[in-house]
C-alpha cells in the first residue's frame, strides 16, 4: 500500500523514481477504507533530504498511510526554502486539538547543548506532554529520545569526550516483542552523536524496557511498558550516503573526525561505504505501525481512547 502525501513535495518525485508507491492526495480520497494518519516533526536542518528518507521507510508497508508534517516554528530555515516550509508544514495550533494514529519526532543537531537551552526546548515539551493524550503512539529518534527521557521519566545523558559515528552491531534483548518480529539475532545500525544515555538507567527505570542494544553503541530500541512510546537511539532512516557525508563535512571544517566505524568497504573513505541496515530499518518501521499503531487505534480518532497493544 502507499503512502499519501502532496504530489508537489520534492520527496514525491524522488520516491516515484524508485518505485516507490506514492499515492496522490486526489485518488486516496476516492478509497473506501480509512488510511492511518501519522504526523511527523521534522528538526533537521535539511527538512527535505529528512522527508525523503523517513517517507521511503514509510513507503514499504502493506498500510495505506497519510502524511503530515509539523514544524517547531515558523523562522526561516537556513537550509530549507521558506516556500517549501509554508507549503507543506503545519503550526502547532493547527493540529492540537486534533488526534492521529501515529507521530515520529526526528533527531537535531543539538546534541551538545543543555536541553534548558535550546531555543525551542518550552516549545518540543508542550508537544511531548500533548502526544501522550492525542497519539496512540509516537516514535522519538535520536536526539528526540533523548529529550523525551529527560522530560517525561528525569533520566538525563551525558556528552561523550569524542562522537560516535558508524555503522553498528546491534542484539536483541526480547524475542518475541512485536516490535522486532522478523529480525535477526544480530543486525547494524548507523549511529552519529556526541551524547548518551547511560544504559544502566534505562534498565533500572520501572517504567521502560529495553529491546534491542549494542556494546559499542549502547541501548537502541527502547520502549516504556504500554509500548505508548518507542525510542530509537540511532539513525535507521540514514541513506547509504549520509555518515560520509556528514564525515566530509566535518573534515572541510577542519573538525579532524575520526573515520566511521564499520561503514567504508575495508575502512577506506575512498571506498564505497556498506549499506548494512536497510532491511532491518524497513521492519522498525513497518512493525511500528502494525503492532503499536494499527492493532490498537482507534477507527474513529474523534472519539479518541488509549490502548495498548497488550489490551
Given at each position: 500500500?502507499?503512502?499519501?502525501?502532496?504530489d508537489?513535495m520534492?520527496?514525491?518525485d524522488?520516491?516515484?523514481?524508485?518505485?516507490?508507491?506514492?499515492?496522490?492526495?486526489?485518488?486516496?480520497?476516492t478509497q473506501?477504507?480509512?488510511?492511518?494518519?501519522?504526523?511527523?516533526?521534522?528538526?533537521?536542518?535539511?527538512?527535505?533530504?529528512?522527508?525523503?528518507?523517513?517517507?521511503?521507510?514509510?513507503?514499504n508497508?502493506?498500510?495505506?498511510?497519510?502524511?503530515e508534517?509539523?514544524?517547531?516554528?515558523?523562522?526561516?530555515?537556513?537550509?530549507?526554502?521558506?516556500?517549501?516550509m509554508?507549503?507543506?508544514?503545519?503550526?502547532?495550533?493547527?493540529?492540537?486539538?486534533l488526534?492521529?494514529?501515529?507521530?515520529?519526532?526526528?533527531?537535531?543537531?543539538?546534541?551538545?547543548?543543555?536541553?534548558?537551552?535550546?531555543?525551542?526546548?518550552?516549545?518540543?515539551?508542550?508537544?511531548?506532554?500533548w502526544?501522550?493524550?492525542?497519539?496512540?503512539?509516537?516514535?522519538?529518534?535520536?536526539?528526540?529520545?533523548?529529550a523525551?527521557?529527560?522530560?517525561?521519566?528525569?533520566?538525563?545523558?551525558?556528552?561523550?569526550?569524542?562522537k560516535?559515528?558508524?555503522?553498528?552491531k546491534h542484539?536483541?534483548?526480547?524475542?518475541?516483542d512485536?516490535?522486532?518480529?522478523?529480525?535477526?539475532d544480530?543486525?547494524?545500525?548507523p549511529?552519529?552523536?556526541?551524547?548518551?544515555?547511560?544504559?544502566?538507567?534505562?534498565t533500572?527505570?520501572?517504567?521502560?524496557?529495553?529491546?534491542?542494544?549494542?556494546?559499542?553503541a549502547g541501548?537502541?530500541?527502547?520502549?516504556?511498558k504500554?509500548?505508548?512510546?518507542?525510542?530509537?537511539?540511532?539513525?535507521?532512516?540514514?541513506?547509504?550516503?549520509?555518515?560520509d557525508?556528514?564525515?566530509?563535512?566535518?573534515?572541510?571544517?577542519?573538525?579532524?573526525?575520526?573515520?566511521?566505524q564499520?561503514?567504508?568497504?575495508?575502512n577506506d573513505?575512498?571506498e564505497l561505504p556498506?549499506?548494512?541496515?536497510?532491511?532491518?530499518?524497513?521492519?522498525?518501521?513497518?512493525?511500528?505501525?502494525n503492532?503499536?499503531?494499527?492493532?490498537?487505534?482507534?477507527?474513529d480518532?474523534?472519539?479518541?481512547?488509549?490502548?495498548?497493544?497488550?489490551?
Amino acid at each position: 500500500m502507499p503512502i499519501n502525501i502532496p504530489d508537489q513535495m520534492p520527496a514525491t518525485d524522488t520516491l516515484r523514481r524508485e518505485n516507490i508507491f506514492v499515492m496522490s492526495e486526489s485518488r486516496a480520497s476516492t478509497q473506501q477504507i480509512r488510511p492511518m494518519k501519522l504526523l511527523l516533526l521534522n528538526l533537521m536542518p535539511n527538512k527535505i533530504e529528512t522527508e525523503t528518507q523517513l517517507l521511503r521507510l514509510l513507503s514499504n508497508t502493506p498500510l495505506q498511510v497519510d502524511v503530515e508534517f509539523l514544524r517547531i516554528h515558523d523562522k526561516e530555515s537556513k537550509s530549507t526554502p521558506q516556500r517549501h516550509m509554508n507549503s507543506f508544514y503545519r503550526d502547532f495550533d493547527d493540529i492540537k486539538d486534533l488526534n492521529f494514529d501515529g507521530l515520529i519526532i526526528t533527531g537535531a543537531p543539538l546534541g551538545q547543548i543543555d536541553f534548558d537551552d535550546v531555543s525551542y526546548w518550552s516549545d518540543i515539551k508542550k508537544i511531548f506532554d500533548w502526544s501522550q493524550k492525542h497519539v496512540t503512539s509516537t516514535l522519538f529518534l535520536c536526539w528526540a529520545a533523548h529529550a523525551a527521557f529527560y522530560h517525561l521519566f528525569g533520566i538525563k545523558r551525558y556528552i561523550r569526550d569524542e562522537k560516535i559515528s558508524g555503522v553498528f552491531k546491534h542484539y536483541r534483548r526480547k524475542i518475541h516483542d512485536p516490535l522486532l518480529r522478523g529480525f535477526d539475532d544480530e543486525f547494524w545500525v548507523p549511529h552519529s552523536r556526541f551524547a548518551q544515555i547511560n544504559i544502566d538507567d534505562i534498565t533500572n527505570h520501572p517504567e521502560l524496557e529495553i529491546l534491542a542494544d549494542s556494546p559499542k553503541a549502547g541501548a537502541y530500541v527502547v520502549v516504556n511498558k504500554d509500548r505508548r512510546n518507542l525510542f530509537v537511539l540511532g539513525h535507521p532512516e540514514y541513506n547509504v550516503t549520509t555518515l560520509d557525508d556528514e564525515y566530509q563535512r566535518d573534515l572541510k571544517a577542519g573538525l579532524d573526525p575520526k573515520i566511521p566505524q564499520g561503514y567504508y568497504n575495508n575502512n577506506d573513505p575512498q571506498e564505497l561505504p556498506l549499506a548494512r541496515w536497510r532491511s532491518h530499518a524497513n521492519l522498525l518501521l513497518n512493525n511500528w505501525l502494525n503492532y503499536y499503531v494499527y492493532q490498537v487505534t482507534p477507527y474513529d480518532l474523534s472519539d479518541f481512547e488509549m490502548m495498548t497493544p497488550w489490551e
